[in-house]
């Protein structure tokens, strides 16, 4: 029972979803690939990635049996997760309820140790922000380990264990080029690299910017 996290939670586990079976030892996964067919670019620069023709992993593994990854999904009446940062999980909660979400299937993959939060990936619908995404397109965003808790395969299962779940919808991942654990995510991950994008300014802002492709890669059709 989460009573620290305030969000509605329908708690369950991911679909074939293993917590107990061993970490990945692997290492970091070369990204020198990408530098290859998309170039390289600026350090505002992100690469773009989709999982258009890759089959989801049919198991994740977390690090042991103490770990556990719940699902949450936002409620109307609480508009912040007390231990979820307030950026940007209370500007999500606006989008969803004011429906600048294209979809509602806004959710937040947490991973737990000891009733604490070690790791969150949110699953993110359109919005204005990224104009690349069709209205039914998810895109995975908000990463984060917990520094102590890194380097255990956590964030590479949980985007397994997302993957799966949405199996059949277009999931988009967008990460800074110079984050080599993003990075890696992304490649241990099979996801299929687009191109490069940038970020543009709106009224000044950065925030209300729009990511947009600035180079594609060589292989793919989009
Ligand atoms: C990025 C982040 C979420 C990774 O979380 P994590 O749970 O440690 O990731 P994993 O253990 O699943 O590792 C994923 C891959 O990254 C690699 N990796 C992990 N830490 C790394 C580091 N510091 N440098 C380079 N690669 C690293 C791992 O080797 C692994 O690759 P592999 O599967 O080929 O072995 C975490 O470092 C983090 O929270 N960073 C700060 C927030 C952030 O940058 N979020 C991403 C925004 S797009």
Redesign the pocket.
């Known amino acids: 029972m989460m009573l620290r996290f305030q969000f509605e939670f329908p708690q369950h586990h991911a679909p074939g979803f293993d917590a107990s079976s061993p970490v ?1 030892e ?4 070369t990204t020198a690939h990408l530098e290859d067919t998309v170039g390289s670019g600026s350090d505002s620069d992100c690469f773009v990635f989709d999982n258009l023709g890759v089959a989801p992993p049919e198991t994740s593994w977390l690090p042991g049996p103490d770990y556990l990854l719940r699902i949450i999904r936002p409620r109307l009446m609480v508009p912040m997760p007390l231990d979820l940062p307030v950026w940007p999980f209370f500007g999500f909660w606006v989008l969803h309820f004011t429906r600048i979400f294209r979809s509602p299937d806004y959710a937040v993959f947490v991973v737990f140790r000891d009733e604490l939060p070690v ?1 969150y990936t949110a699953v993110v619908p359109k919005y204005f922000r990224y104009p690349l995404m069709e209205p039914s397109d998810l895109l995975l965003g908000s ?3 917990k520094p102590g ?9 949980v985007v397994a264990a997302i993957l799966r779940t949405y199996s059949g919808r277009r999931c988009w991942y ?3 080029t110079e ?4 990075m ?2 992304a ?2 991950s099979k996801l299929r690299p687009i191109g490069r994008a940038s970020r543009s300014s709106r009224f000044g802002l950065r925030l209300l910017g729009s990511f947009r492709l600035s180079q594609k890669d060589k292989r793919c059709p989009l």
């Open positions: 990945s692997s290492g970091l996964a790791h990463i984060w380990t808790h890194r380097g255990r395969s956590i964030a590479r299962s967008l990460t800074r984050n080599l654990a993003s890696s995510i490649s241990a």
